[in-house]
Antibody
Framework: QVQLVESGGGVVQPGRSLRLSCAASGFTFNTYGMHWVRQAPGKGLEWVAVIWYDGSNKYYVDSVKGRFTISRDNSKNTLYLQMNSLRAEDTAVYYC??????????????WGQGTLVTVSS | SYELTQPPSVSVSPGQTARITCSGDALPKKYVYWYQQKSGQAPVLVIYEDSKRPSGIPERFSGSSSGTMATLTISGAQVEDEADYYCYSTDTSGRGVFGGGTKLTVL
């Protein structure tokens, strides 16, 4: 069965960096695009970034462009999110999600349980 | 930047029909997906490509889209359907966007 397990969250000071990981299992990781989505406490879902199955294309929400980098290691079945210059407004639960073909177009079909990032001094 | 707009809340009694709308300028050209998120849990896909239902999702969930408005309909809402619902689509460059979310209360 498809499993996505995030790790790497924690408390970090403003301006510092953090790297999140998402370990994937139960499917052929190197044939799927992958997303990061975040949810601030008590707020709605915010799409953060996507990376194509082979890492050839990456897209970001404007608020993290230039600060966050999405990457993947297909040999380790792992997705990453490198977060630099963190701000208080980056505080959120971060979910990884698979870009699966439920129909004729891909969408986020499986999600991890999330990892909490708290940016605070 | 591209936006999807949802009402903050919808409230119905058990057995009634709940309708949650999602509006966006690109919806005539883009599919909409709907996610259900219960408290403390990860989101679950309930409708894909405007109107299709994934396996395992009850038949009372349906979707439609016309022009710049998409609608999630829950016919005969149950207490267990109480959750936050999000519409999702993509912009012209492939970036994702979620609506602000609608809190459905069934009581």
């Amino acid at each position: 069965q498809v499993q996505l397990v995030e790790s790497g969250g924690g408390v970090v000071q403003p301006g510092r960096s953090l790297r999140l990981s998402c370990a994937a299992s139960g499917f052929t990781f190197n044939t799927y695009g992958m997303h990061w989505v975040r949810q601030a406490p008590g707020k709605g879902l915010e799409w953060v970034a996507v990376i194509w199955y082979d890492g050839s294309n990456k897209y970001y929400v404007d608020s993290v462009k230039g600060r966050f980098t999405i990457s993947r290691d297909n040999s380790k079945n792992t997705l990453y999110l490198q977060m630099n210059s963190l701000r208080a407004e980056d505080t959120a639960v971060y979910y990884c999600a698979r870009d699966g073909m439920v129909g004729i177009t891909p969408t986020l079909d499986y999600w991890g349980q999330g990892t909490l990032v708290t940016v605070s001094s | 930047s591209y936006e999807l707009t949802q009402p903050p809340s919808v409230s119905v009694s058990p057995g009634q029909t709940a309708r949650i709308t999602c509006s966006g300028d690109a919806l005539p050209k883009k599919y909409v997906y709907w996610y259900q998120q219960k408290s403390g849990q990860a989101p679950v896909l309930v409708i894909y490509e405007d109107s299709k239902r994934p396996s395992g999702i009850p038949e009372r969930f349906s979707g439609s889209s016309s022009g710049t408005m998409a609608t999630l309909t829950i016919s005969g809402a149950q207490v267990e359907d109480e959750a936050d619902y999000y519409c999702y689509s993509t912009d012209t460059s492939g970036r994702g966007v979620f609506g602000g979310g609608t809190k459905l209360t069934v009581l």
